[in-house]
C-alpha cells in the first residue's frame, strides 16, 4: 500500500530488477567472451602476416639473406634479423602477439610462418 508522500521502489520491484540484471549478464557474457577471444586470434594472424611480408623484404633485400636465416636456431633470433622490416620494430617477440599465441618460424626464409594457439591447434 502506498501513501501518497512516499516516493522509491518496493523490495519486489528491486528483486525484479536485480533478477533481470542477472540473466541479461548470463547471456552476453559468453558472447563477449567469444568476440574477444576472436579479436585476439585476428590480431595474431595479422602479426604472422606482418611477419611474412618483413621476411620477404629481408630476403629481397639482402644476398646472404638465405645463410643468415638458416643460420639462426631460434624464433627470437630469426625474428631480431627481420624486425627492422616491421613496423613495430621495437617490441619483442615475447610481447608481440596475445597472451595464449606462438609464433612459429620455420627454418627456411621464403616458408610460411605459423600461429599456435594455446590448444596447440595451427591458427594461421
Known amino acids: 500500500m502506498r501513501y ?5 521502489f518496493s523490495l519486489v520491484e528491486v528483486l525484479l530488477a536485480i533478477v533481470l540484471l542477472g540473466i541479461l549478464s548470463s547471456l552476453c557474457y559468453p558472447i563477449a567472451r567469444n568476440v574477444i577471444e576472436k579479436s585476439k586470434e585476428q590480431l ?9 611480408a618483413a621476411k620477404s623484404s629481408f ?10 636465416y638458416a643460420q639462426q636456431t631460434t624464433n627470437e633470433g630469426r625474428y631480431n634479423l ?15 602477439l596475445p597472451e ?7 627454418g627456411g626464409i621464403r616458408e610460411r610462418v ?3 594457439n594455446k590448444k596447440g591447434e595451427n591458427v594461421y
Open 59 to 68: 630476403w629481397m633485400r639482402n644476398t646472404f639473406a638465405e645463410e643468415e
Open 4 to 8: 501518497k508522500d512516499q516516493m522509491g
Open 114 to 116: 605459423n600461429i599456435v
Open 44 to 52: 595474431a594472424i595479422c602479426f604472422a602476416e606482418s611477419v611474412n
Open 100 to 106: 595464449g599465441f606462438d609464433l612459429i618460424m620455420n
Open 82 to 96: 627481420i624486425k627492422e622490416y616491421l613496423s613495430n620494430n621495437n617490441i619483442p617477440l615475447a610481447h608481440a
